[in-house]
């Protein structure tokens, strides 16, 4: 009993390290072009387009250093793969100018377990150009998302007119949790709950036998 007692509260030990918060923000981030494939705090930040990804200090459009997705003409939006995958996301945007954007556009997250799509979440933008929004997602495993501003009806902005110019996506403060652990993982640990019960049963028939 001692012994099946440990592994489960050893298991469970391992499944709250897994399932612990993390936050991630740019501010020991240098400022400038921020390379494709970049991983921070467990993070791994790329672009749509392959290119046009920095950060800086945007004033009141971010948090001190932020991350931001070039450029406003070509539609370019975030993507983000996150190590052993989450169960809850969230983070903070901004410059949602209202001279480049119309009432009712928005903020579109799309969660993904590899290529499946598993959820997409809006935010309606307030149009104040600051950094005072977030979005999120806490449900269903998913190891990669996308965010974008986007019309009303999640077509990314390519351009084409004042209004209509895509803004510049500019995201900081990304928390997330509930990692568990994968397939293979689980499956030695019920290897070990398998090895832990057929012994236990050895050790029954024994004593019965020598009773």
């Not at 999120?136 to 009806?153: E, I, K």
């Not at 499956?187 to 009773?211: E, P």
């Amino acid at each position: 009993m001692k012994l099946l007692a440990s592994s489960i509260a050893a298991i469970a030990a391992f499944t709250a390290t897994n399932a612990m918060a993390q936050t991630v923000d740019f501010e020991s981030t240098p400022s400038g072009t921020l390379a494709q494939g970049t991983t921070i705090g467990g993070i791994t930040f790329t672009s749509q387009t392959g290119s046009g990804m920095g950060v800086n200090n945007f004033g009141a459009e971010g948090d001190g250093q932020s991350l931001a997705i070039f450029d406003d003409t070509n539609g370019n939006f975030l993507k983000g793969a996150i190590a052993g995958g989450a169960t809850a996301l969230s983070f903070t945007f901004g410059n949602d100018d209202p001279g480049f954007s119309n009432p009712g556009d928005l903020a579109w997250l799309q969660v993904f377990n590899g290529a499946t799509l598993v959820n997409t979440v809006t935010v309606v933008l307030n149009r104040d150009d600051i950094m005072n929004q977030s979005i999120s997602y806490s449900g269903l495993f998913f190891d990669n998302f996308t965010f974008a501003y986007t019309d009303a009806a999640g077509n990314p902005f390519t351009g084409g007119g004042n209004a209509n110019v895509g803004l510049i996506e500019i995201v900081d403060n990304f928390r997330y949790s509930g990692a568990v652990p994968e397939p293979a993982t689980w499956a030695l640990l019920m290897l070990g709950f398998g090895v832990i019960g057929g012994s236990m049963r050895a050790r029954r028939r024994t004593s019965v036998a020598f009773a």
